[in-house]
């Protein structure tokens, strides 16, 4: 094995299983650790067409990379660094439609960014756009290891998967602790209490 690779969207359970992983002994790397912001690390690589991992070769696992401009460089990722795994951590759109909203309304002075950046369908929580990129993403993965059941792994913590799928896949042996949840509020997914009215009228159409 290689490398592991988080392919999911955030706001699917990356910080748990960059928890899990570290428990099993692989030294990761998370977007909201302090090792740095990988997802424009890996983007300026890719531009400058140096290996998307120029810098940060020394970590065992790279999770919550994922940004609309670099979805696809999973694909890059399998051609540079063979006989990796990928986990596709997920949820049920609706949900994670629910725990985006909520993380990004949340953002200091996000009217200023939206003025920054008007086209932006992070900043200016773009539910449809949000939805399109979850279906393609999901389809991109799923159709380019369809045929490589031992190099991907479907993930959802929010359905019960744990140790032993995680573990199974990876061919280690089970800790004997509960598998982390980091995010438990998230994960109970509380109703969104301040969700504007377009959110609500298009999430009854899910």
């Known amino acids: 094995m290689n490398k592991i690779f988080g392919v999911g969207l ?35 690589n890719d531009q400058k067409n140096q290996p998307l991992l120029h810098g940060i070769e020394r970590y065992d696992a790279y999770l919550d990379w994922n940004h609309p ?20 951590h997920t949820r049920p759109m609706e949900d994670w439609i629910k725990s985006r909203y909520q993380h990004v309304s949340s953002i200091p002075d996000l009217k200023k960014w939206q003025k920054k950046y008007p086209d932006n369908p992070w900043y200016n929580l ?59 509020a998230d994960k109970k997914m509380n109703p969104l209490k301040k969700a504007s009215n377009k959110l609500k009228a298009f999430l009854k159409l899910l």
Not at 24 to 37: A, C, R
Request: proline share 4%; with cysteine; hydrophobic share 35%.
């Open 10 to 44: 955030n706001k699917t359970g990356t910080t748990s299983m960059a928890k899990a992983l570290e428990i099993l002994g692989f030294d990761y790397v998370h977007w909201q650790s302090k090792k740095g912001n990988i997802k424009h690390l890996i983007e300026k």
């Open 69 to 88: 401009r670099t979805n696809h460089l999973f694909k890059k990722l399998d051609f540079q660094y063979p006989n990796s795994k990928f986990i596709h």
């Open 126 to 184: 773009d539910v449809e756009a949000w939805k399109k990129e979850y279906d393609k993403h999901h389809i991109d993965v799923r159709s380019y290891f369809k045929n490589r059941p031992d190099d991907l792994l479907i993930f959802d913590l929010f359905a019960g998967d744990s140790w032993e799928e995680l573990c199974d896949f990876l061919q280690v042996e089970k800790p004997n602790v509960e598998f982390p949840v980091e995010n438990k």
